[in-house]
């Protein structure tokens, strides 16, 4: 049986029907089983998904990368709809994130859904903190260790912890791994645990170190060139087919990572289908 990895929400899209839309979402097809992973921030999700045909009403799951606005803005009209089953998230996935503007003031960049929106659907939330199998072959991270000396989270981000404000390390980013009979197939939100941390992260937490692919956004487009450079020194000594860059990479990072590693990198869109092999 393939696997299938579509693409449903991006920052830009591959077709005039299509919308392009600040966010990430993607559905993963696999034995049998549909995992819709983030929501993007607004309608584009269940434009896009009808627009291609794609059927959302039998999902078995929903996964949230983090709790930012642009992988959860399509939550409530998806629930509306759609039954959802089950979704899984950090749980930080609710603490308020003001973001500090310039001129002194903060900006809600937060989770754009409430725990009371999921529970008035009766939707279970299951915490994916730690490492986990959820069907077989398909893996949540949980929290990734950061352990580079040069990633970071990519941005001044706060978060609120009990009525107090802290700098936020985003340490409720996680991706979803796909362990396949020829490597591992990886799909990350923003990347906020860094692109090489992720990577390395699955690696070692499924014993295998061949990547079929990387997909998702990389949280490289205000990167200095430094950490982009040792991005992809990194990304050079992995054995990795190919990368699509989503969302938050910035055309720069693409531009840079292209010209290091040629055509293994993509640049991922609405509507883009990239088929895999069979699971093990
Ligand atoms: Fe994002
Ligand atoms: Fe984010």
């Not at 699509?244 to 990072?253: I, M, Q, S």
Request: proline residues 3%.
């Amino acid at each position: 049986m393939q696997t299938r990895v579509i693409i449903l929400v991006e920052n830009t899209a591959c077709a005039p029907n299509l919308r392009g839309e600040y966010g990430f979402a993607a559905l993963i097809e696999q034995a049998g089983k549909k995992i819709l992973f983030d929501t993007g921030s607004g309608d584009a999700l269940i434009h896009n998904s009808r627009t291609k045909g794609i059927d959302l009403s039998d999902l078995d799951a929903l996964v949230i990368s983090h709790g930012h606005f642009d992988h959860t803005g399509g939550l409530r009209s998806l629930i509306d709809q759609y039954n959802v089953p089950v979704i899984y998230a950090h749980s930080r996935l609710f603490n308020p994130r003001p973001f500090p503007l310039a001129n002194g003031t903060y900006k809600e960049i937060g989770c754009a859904f409430s725990k009371r929106d999921i529970e008035a659907k009766n939707i279970p939330l299951v915490e994916a903190d730690n490492f986990q199998e959820i069907w077989p072959g398909i893996f949540l991270s949980g929290e990734i260790p950061r352990l580079t000396e040069y990633e970071d989270a990519g941005g001044n981000f706060k978060i609120e912890i009990n009525g107090q404000l802290f700098d936020d390390e985003i340490l409720d980013d996680l991706a979803l791994i796909i362990k396949l009979s020829k490597g591992l197939v990886i799909i990350s939100g923003c990347a906020h645990a860094g692109m090489i941390n992720i990577i390395n992260n699955a690696m070692e937490k499924t014993g295998v170190s061949k990547i079929i692919a990387f997909i998702g956004g990389t949280h490289l487009f205000a990167a200095s060139e430094s950490r982009i450079e040792k991005t992809a020194a990194d990304l050079k000594k992995m054995d990795i087919d190919k990368i699509v860059l989503c969302h938050c990479t910035g055309f720069y990072a693409a531009a840079r990572l292209y010209n290091e590693l040629g055509m293994k990198i993509i640049k991922g869109d609405a509507g883009m289908v990239l088929n895999f092999g069979g699971a093990i």
